[in-house]
């Protein structure tokens, strides 16, 4: 399994992972998983709600609208 070695990481963040995993009753290790995880799933869903509101919101032309080609070669006949 790949290691993950940070530097530098601020201290009341390492603080605040310990605490988080001291309630959850893990290592900080685990803990660290566990919330790389639910971002990665969180991301996910937010990816895909934003995908399901571009495909609701796409415009609907009405069944009379004309054809593109056709305005487009009108346009350019002129």
Do not use: C, G, W
């Amino acid at each position: 399994m790949p290691a993950l070695h940070i530097q530098s990481m601020p201290q009341d963040l390492y603080r605040y992972l310990q605490q988080l995993a001291v309630a959850q009753n893990r290592t900080v290790e685990t803990q660290v998983i566990a919330v790389l995880s639910q971002f990665k799933q969180e991301k996910r869903e937010q990816q895909a709600s934003i995908l399901a509101d571009i495909y609701h919101s796409r415009l609907e032309l009405p069944s009379d609208a004309p054809d593109s080609t056709t305005l487009l070669q009108e346009d350019r006949a002129r």
